[in-house]
């Protein structure tokens, strides 16, 4: 298939395309009527564009152009290497899943105990399997997003997971999505359920193996974290330097529940993570941060909508961006707080650091505050490092590049560490400090 | 032994002159004191000395053991001995004082092709000078200087300059915004570090923190140049008859 999906020019797509690659993927019943449904409403619209607010600075039209074609199901060799790139960053103590090329690899995964408390099945088997039609339905919902609709007509495969109530999944669970190929897409959709005061992490790795250029990744995760429940969710993307990579993560959190959402984006040539978490339950919790290292023409947008759907709900977001070169870094973080969700708290604080003079970030908080009593605050800045810190540290004996590594570190620091658990918070750190290495 | 000779030094900023054909010898175990009124130029030599960018040496040089200090970069600077105690230590939030000292001791070692020391060494070190200088154990794992009041910063700077151990130590208004319990404090510590092979320049505007730390020169500074110099009792002259006598004579 050497077609492309869509068109810069139209920004939409004829539906002989979903005809081909339907024969493809996954789906019994009525989850191709699902994704015919899908495609329609992403074809309405095309690819997102900067008139779009949502996608104002991130104009993907312009930027991508077009959608590439399906990548081929991995053969023998393009699992070996995706085998030897997922063991480099493989995060200590975690069970781990392997997506390759958009299709689970179950001979690169391995739950090991957890077998017995995690159910975990993979998309295609929960599409495919008729007796689920409704589950199918819920797993690929769709919102007013174009490219949430395209990945739900074009999702290959990805992950179900379930946490039954009360337990507590002491291992991370990594999903490791890799890429193999070259000049095509991959659409993965996972799924993520924690019942009634379940706890677990669960990390997401974005990365590329060697010899894989200028593909495309397109991952949704949608989540739900039931009354009471903890969720921990990472995703780390550091993708071949000219792939583009757009990940959507769509989390309701239950009452008296707690989300902790970190994003770091290291590596890309296009990359946006986009995360709408809707606080539905009273007393929950949101604690939503994240950095973007940017160099080279990376240009990384974060957008984290928060719904602060009922009263009593607190969310506290910090971001942070180092941008070099001629990177951009985007920020948008909108704050809805409902009419009737009284005592809301929440904060949100964005910074970036520019390294160089054709660096740029945009920075954008949006408030829209619906209840009287609630206290919220936001405050975003950007610039470059100050000259008399630096200075103080080399009158102090550290070289201009350590001088400037401290001071960058200290800075990213101030989002890394609100990562609550300590592995975690230590493997997020070697990836910050291995970029700031390679800088030099 | 001549540790710091300055010769016929020109400063400017943004095309403008600032220091104007300064000299200043300063040998081992010595102590000068620097005074003159506000913009004299005093913090801006004690900037050029430490390698600050920003300023343009238009003429003179400086040298310390021998060696042309403007070719140097700051670090190698601090690594050879140079210490300088800022009028106005910045603050650096999400850099812990306890990390900060450490990396920097480590670094200038390093540059001294000394070993690093151990953490029970190096623990032992900070908590021995942070006891004589008041400094708390929580004031050592904040950001540096972050939250601390202007004394706190000012004790932070003398107990760096004790950690480094270096040979030429130039204070820079160190003596701002002490009360005189502070005063007392900071200058016993700087009082136990001088020796044979230390020099020290304590910059100031008052005559009152000579009362502590007895100079063995003082040299007047206006308008950019040394306008008098002679031995410590040239400071109570100045306190007695102020400055105003010097700034028609630059
Ligand atoms: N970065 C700078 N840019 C412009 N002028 C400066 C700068 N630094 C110092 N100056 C000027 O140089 C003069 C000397 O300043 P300074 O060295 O701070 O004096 P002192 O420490 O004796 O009070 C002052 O007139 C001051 O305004
Ligand atoms: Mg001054």
Known sequence: MTQVLAKADAGCATSNFLASALERLPGAGLVPHIRARAFEAYARAGLPHRRMEAWRYTDLRALIGEVLPLAPRPDAAALARAKASARRVAVDQAVKLVLVDGIFAPELSDLGELKNELHVQSLREVLENSATGAMAGLVLSTTDDAVIALNAAMASDGLVISIAEGNTIRRPIQIVQVATGSSVSAFTRSYLQLDKGAHATVVQSFISAEGASGYQANDVLIALAGDEASLSHLRIAADAADAVNISSGIIAVGTRAKLDLFSMTCSGSINRYQGFVTLGGEGSKLSANGVNLVKDKLHADTTIVVDHAVPHCTSRQKFRAVVDDCGRSVFQGRIVVRPVAQKTVASLSTRALLLSDQAAADNKPELEISADDVTCSHGATSGALDNNLVFYLRARGLSEMDAQMLLIKAFIGESIEEIFADNLRDFVTAQAEHWLQERL | ?250
């Not at chain 2, 400017?12 to 009124?37: K, T």
């Not at chain 2, 151990?118 to 908590?127: A, M, Q």
Request: charged share 25%; with cysteine.
């Open chain 2, 1 to 250: 032994m001549t540790l710091l000779e300055i010769q016929d030094l020109n400063v400017g900023v943004d095309s403008r002159e600032i220091i104007r054909g300064l000299d200043l010898m300063v040998n081992a175990g010595e102590v000068h004191a620097i005074m003159g009124p506000n913009g004299s130029g005093k913090s801006t030599l004690s900037h050029v000395i430490a390698g600050k960018p920003g300023y343009e040496v238009t003429g003179g040089h400086i040298l310390f053991r021998g060696e042309d200090l403007l070719e140097m970069e700051p670090n190698e600077r601090a690594a050879k001995g140079v210490f300088l105690a800022f009028q106005y230590p910045v603050e650096i939030p999400g850099v812990t004082t306890m990390n900060f000292l450490r990396t920097a001791l480590n670094a200038q070692r390093k540059a001294r092709g000394r070993g690093e020391l151990s953490t029970p060494e190096f623990l032992k070190k900070v908590r021995e000078v942070a006891g004589s200088l008041n400094i708390t154990r929580d004031m050592l794992k904040r950001g540096v200087n972050v939250g601390f009041s202007g004394g706190e910063k000012k004790r932070n700077e003398v107990l760096q300059m004790a950690l480094f151990e270096p040979s030429l130590c130039i204070l820079d208004e160190i003596d701002s915004g002490l009360d005189i319990d502070a005063l007392r404090i900071v200058a016993s510590g700087i009082n136990g570090l001088r020796s044979p092979e230390r020099a020290m320049i304590v910059i100031t505007h008052y005559q009152r923190l000579l009362h502590y730390i007895v100079p063995d020169y003082v040299h007047v500074m206006s308008k950019g140049r040394v306008v008098k110099s002679g031995s410590k009792e040239l400071a109570l002259e100045l306190e007695a008859c102020g400055y105003a006598q010097f700034e028609t004579a630059a």
